[in-house]
């Protein structure tokens, strides 16, 4: 079965600067997608970013940007000149195209405050 | 457009009640996937409906049940409720399978059993 494991439960930056979300994931398939959510104190999940594993260049949305280690299983998010509307809970998610088992798994989350 | 609604927002029910969550979709979509988030387990899958059909269940037991009308709106039922379902319920609607095509998510439906 895929697991997606997010080790760090909190994380802090300071306001302007950079910071890195890590993830872990372990999957048999070859072909899947990798994907990073942000929920807000509103509760409401929002993509904030998304990879397909067969792209090796990694994928870019304004300040956000992965880093996508295929061989490693790793997919770390990295926000630049952090706001403080970033202050949210991030989780990471992973899913692949089976047919019957098609789902979208989560990691646990990670609680992101960004300091003024 | 409109987003994903999900009604209502907060409810308080007592163990061995039932309750019915509900998620209207966005127009044109027809794929809706339920989700339980909690402190302890983050989010569960709990199942996923497209045209009216359960195409995948996750790993809970029978008191959780779905299903979805011919307008894509989707409900959730759980029925005998236990202190453990006190959660927070997350749809999203898709194109195709969440994930696939891009998930959109509502606001959750904040349950407390008491």
């Known amino acids: 079965a895929q697991t997606v494991t997010q080790s760090q439960p909190e994380m802090s930056v300071q306001e302007a600067e950079t910071v890195t979300l890590s993830c872990t994931y372990d999957?048999?398939?070859?072909?899947?997608?990798l994907f990073w959510y942000k929920q807000p104190p509103s509760r409401q999940m929002i993509l904030v970013i998304r990879?397909?594993?067969?792209?090796?260049q990694n994928a870019t949305e304004n300040r956000f940007s992965v880093n996508f280690q295929k061989a490693a299983k790793s997919f770390s998010l990295k926000i630049s000149d952090s706001q403080l509307g970033d202050a949210a809970m991030y989780f990471c998610?992973?899913?692949?195209?089976?047919?019957?088992?098609?789902?979208?798994?989560f990691g646990k989350g990670i609680t992101l405050s960004v300091r003024p | 457009k409109a987003g994903v609604t999900q009604t209502p927002r907060y409810l308080i029910k007592t163990r061995g009640q039932q309750v019915t969550l509900s998620c209207s979709p966005i127009?044109?979509?027809?794929?809706v996937s339920w989700y339980q988030q909690t402190p302890g387990q983050g989010l569960q899958f709990l199942f996923e409906?497209?045209?009216?059909?359960?195409?995948n269940k996750g790993n809970f037991p029978g008191r959780f049940s779905g299903r979805q009308f011919s307008n894509s709106r989707s409900e959730m039922n759980v029925s005998t409720l236990e202190l453990g379902d006190s959660a927070l319920y997350l749809c999203?609607?898709?194109?195709?399978?969440?994930?696939?095509?891009?998930?959109?998510f509502g606001q959750g439906t904040r349950l407390t059993v008491v």
């Open positions: 999203a609607s898709s194109l195709e399978y969440a994930g696939l095509t891009e998930a959109f």
């Open positions: 999957t048999s398939e070859s072909d899947y997608y």
């Open positions: 990879q397909e594993a067969y792209k090796q």
């Open positions: 998610a992973y899913f692949s195209n089976t047919g019957a088992n098609s789902k979208l798994t």
């Open positions: 127009s044109g979509h027809r794929s």
């Open positions: 409906y497209f045209s009216e059909t359960q195409r």
